[in-house]
């Protein structure tokens, strides 16, 4: 299993950003996948997740704001970045969740202990 995330960068408050994560190694159609997030002197935390069929849960720091979306022919998962802050400042990861699809709809918190694979991480600075 491997996952590349990509698309980091430097964005202006108020601005847009998306974020890619490549799948390899295993089939994406099945499972449930992930976005997290950690800021420097802070532990990671859990943005949001995307069940295989396209059901959404949204940490609400970012919710309204960022948008999961997935494409399971191309193997990518994505992460819309619209209207960040400064707050959103951190290296952002990709992983695999250990969650089952219908568990998705009832998620009250995305914890880092359900990430199972992760990508290496891509750095979004919000800045102006």
């Known amino acids: 299993v491997q996952l590349q995330a990509s698309g980091g960068g430097l964005v202006q408050p108020g601005g847009s950003l998306r974020l890619s994560c490549a799948c390899s190694?295993?089939?994406?159609?099945?499972?449930?996948m992930g976005w997290f997030r950690q800021a420097p002197g802070k532990e990671r935390e859990g943005v949001g997740c995307i069940s295989s069929s396209g059901t959404t849960y949204y940490a609400d720091s970012v919710k309204g704001r960022f948008t999961i979306s997935r494409d399971n022919a191309k193997k990518m998962v994505y992460l819309q970045m619209n209207s960040p802050t400064p707050e959103d400042t951190a290296v952002y990861y990709c992983?695999?969740?250990?969650?089952?699809?219908?568990?998705?709809?009832?998620?009250?918190?995305?914890?880092?202990?359900?990430?199972?694979?992760w990508g290496q991480g891509t750095q979004v600075t919000v800045s102006s």
């Open positions: 190694g295993f089939t994406l159609y099945y499972g449930v």
């Open positions: 992983a695999t969740i250990k969650a089952l699809d219908g568990e998705v709809a009832t998620m009250r918190a995305l914890s880092p202990r359900l990430g199972d694979y």
